[in-house]
């Protein structure tokens, strides 16, 4: 299923790449349903910041989420790959248990809108690869991934300012 998301920042591009990379950011943010995560990875490949988180998902399943998670916990990988000079990456993400079942990846551009304030944009697609319920279950998933990421939107604007 494909989604788009925006959100405008108080701060040029360098400024939201530098908090969208810091692992310490995320570690003290609360996203609905989900665990703090772990980092996994940080690192930079050249200019290519890699922040590799681990979540747990802590909220209720529908019937069709606990039909395919059963009694196993719901863990998964998200990987952002930034460079903060171009604004330019991929945001992805795949279940621990599945990946190749429940994944998706998404392009990241963080583009100046004026001196002062940049726009994050996040484009891409999410998949569950199952019979019949695959659909129906990115259909439900979708809207959350998307809460999540104005909640994390919210927080780097506020984190944003303290820094500056």
Same mark, same amino acid.
């Given at each position: 299923?494909?989604?788009?998301?925006?959100?405008?920042? /108080? %701060?040029?591009?360098?400024?939201?790449?530098?908090?969208?990379?810091? /692992?310490?950011?995320?570690?003290?943010?609360?996203?609905?349903? @989900?665990?703090?995560?772990?980092? *996994?990875?940080?690192?930079?490949?050249?200019?290519?910041? *890699?922040?590799? @988180?681990?979540?747990?998902?802590?909220?209720?399943?529908? /019937?069709?989420?606990?039909?395919?998670?059963?009694?196993?916990?719901?863990?998964?990988?998200?990987?952002?790959?930034?460079?903060?000079?171009?604004?330019?990456?991929?945001?992805?993400?795949?279940?621990?248990?599945?990946?190749?079942?429940?994944?998706?990846?998404?392009? *990241?551009?963080?583009? %100046?809108?004026?001196?002062?304030?940049?726009?994050?944009?996040?484009?891409?697609?999410?998949?569950?690869?199952? /019979?019949?319920?695959?659909?129906?279950?990115?259909?439900?998933?979708?809207?959350?991934? @998307?809460?999540? @990421?104005?909640?994390?939107?919210?927080?780097?604007?506020?984190?944003?300012? %303290?820094?500056?």
């Amino acid at each position: 299923m494909h989604f788009a998301i925006e959100h405008e920042f /108080p %701060a040029p591009g360098a400024a939201v790449a530098e908090v969208l990379c810091d /692992p310490e950011f995320h570690v003290h943010l609360d996203l609905p349903d @989900l665990s703090r995560p772990e980092v *996994v990875t940080s690192e930079a490949e050249g200019t290519t910041r *890699v922040l590799r @988180l681990r979540y747990e998902y802590i909220g209720q399943l529908d /019937p069709i989420a606990r039909r395919i998670v059963g009694g196993r916990r719901l863990t998964w990988i998200q990987e952002l790959r930034l460079d903060p000079t171009s604004g330019a990456g991929t945001l992805s993400f795949s279940a621990e248990e599945e990946p190749r079942k429940v994944n998706g990846l998404a392009d *990241v551009a963080i583009v %100046a809108v004026d001196d002062a304030r940049s726009q994050r944009r996040i484009a891409g697609d999410f998949h569950i690869r199952l /019979p019949v319920v695959g659909g129906t279950a990115e259909k439900r998933i979708v809207p959350g991934l @998307l809460r999540r @990421l104005d909640v994390e939107a919210a927080a780097l604007g506020e984190e944003l300012v %303290a820094r500056s």
